[in-house]
């Protein structure tokens, strides 16, 4: 992979009030030009969306913020990075955490703090005419201030576990700093550095799992991710792991110590 800088950091942080989505906007700028490296954020979002299709309640005091990027990879490689982001989010978060929290990454992109999920990463990309990529969008949706409450896997937010914390605008220029330590780390070595730190703090890996596909559930032990950062499970009864590529999934054992 190559770049022009040696480091990459965010070129540009863009503060915008209440807007629908950070990423429907970061979407529409990557398709007129913008740069790699900008970073967008709202104060609110009113059609904040999440994975597979569902909203992401959006009110004013956590992070809605959208990365615009222009690697120079395909696009399998892209999907890579929604791991390189949930690791950023990770590394800001551990600035505000007690060290006793608890800190995992839940398959694919999500971030749990003493198991509850407090922060989710939506990727979306496009390819040009040549089938090559043209831009990533890299949507991270932080709880700082309040959480949603009856939603399928408990949630959290940074002041619900303790933490004191600036203004939205230098958390964001925080989370940015953050991001882009793990993508210097990616474009550089590419994905086993990334894809090894994520597993260290994987939830649930070694022990049972449900996936929820679109339409069935998978029971199984979870073994590992691929190269391409897919799920490695053993279901029930095979001898032989399965790859996943989407779906939802319950770690068994945190679920029901929540
Ligand atoms: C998920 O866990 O389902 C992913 C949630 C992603 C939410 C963020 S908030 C900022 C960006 N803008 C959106 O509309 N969605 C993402």
């Not at 309040?146 to 958390?171: D, F, M, R």
Request: with cysteine; hydrophobic share 40%; charged share 25%.
């Amino acid at each position: 992979m190559t770049s022009t800088s040696k480091e990459d950091k965010p070129l540009s942080v863009i503060g915008l009030g209440r807007i629908e989505s950070t990423n429907s906007e970061a979407r529409r700028r990557a398709e007129v030009g913008a740069a790699h490296g900008t970073l967008l954020w709202a104060e609110a979002q009113t059609k904040g969306r999440g994975r597979r299709g569902r909203e992401w309640i959006s009110p004013p005091g956590n992070i809605y913020a959208s990365f615009i990027l222009r690697p120079a990879c395909d696009v399998a490689q892209a999907l890579q990075l929604a791991f390189v982001a949930a690791l950023g989010v990770g590394h800001f978060l551990a600035n505000y955490l007690d060290e006793d929290a608890r800190l995992h990454y839940k398959w694919p992109n999500d971030v749990l703090v003493n198991g509850h999920k407090i922060a989710g990463i939506l990727a979306e990309s496009t390819m040009g005419k040549t089938q090559t990529l043209e831009w990533v969008v890299l949507g991270v949706g932080i709880n700082i201030k309040t959480y949603p409450e009856g939603v399928e896997w408990p949630a959290t937010s940074l002041c619900a576990q303790g933490a004191k914390l600036p203004k939205i605008a230098e958390l964001v220029e925080a989370l940015g700093r953050s991001f882009f330590l793990y993508y210097n780390e990616w474009r550089d070595d590419g994905f086993y550095p990334i894809r090894k730190a994520w597993l260290q703090r994987a939830a649930g890996l070694d022990g049972p799992i449900r996936i929820r596909l679109d339409k069935e559930i998978l029971e199984g032990t979870f073994t590992g991710l691929d190269e391409d950062g897919a799920l490695v499970v053993l279901k029930e009864g095979d001898k032989e792991p399965s790859r996943i590529t989407s779906g939802d999934v319950f770690p068994m054992d945190i679920l029901e110590s929540l």
